[in-house]
């Protein structure tokens, strides 16, 4: 059986880490009263800040690639 190859690159997250939650949580963040959903993304940024900011780059998202090669049994 092949080995499946990965590839990783860090991603820039252009309106960082709550714009991204916006678009990819919408369905459990729509569920949240204003409020909730504030408190929520705010978390969310505080708890991702010590691996996913830097000064020098902002906002960013690990990005992993695996590739598989199916083959017929």
Same mark, same amino acid.
């Given at each position: 059986?092949?080995?499946?190859?990965?590839?990783? *690159?860090?991603?820039? $997250?252009?309106?960082?880490? *709550?714009?991204? $939650?916006?678009?990819?949580? *919408?369905?459990?963040?729509d569920e949240f009263s204003h409020? =909730?959903? =504030?408190?929520? $993304?705010?978390?969310?940024?505080? +708890?991702? +800040? #010590?691996? $996913?900011?830097? =000064?020098e780059h902002g906002w960013s998202? #690990?990005?992993? *690639?695996? +590739?598989?090669?199916?083959?017929?049994?």
């Amino acid at each position: 059986m092949p080995i499946p190859a990965s590839s990783q *690159r860090v991603t820039p $997250l252009g309106h960082g880490i *709550r714009g991204w $939650l916006e678009v990819f949580a *919408r369905h459990a963040i729509d569920e949240f009263s204003h409020g =909730e959903a =504030e408190q929520f $993304l705010s978390s969310c940024e505080a +708890r991702a +800040r #010590d691996h $996913l900011w830097s =000064e020098e780059h902002g906002w960013s998202a #690990d990005y992993v *690639r695996l +590739r598989f090669v199916a083959q017929p049994m």
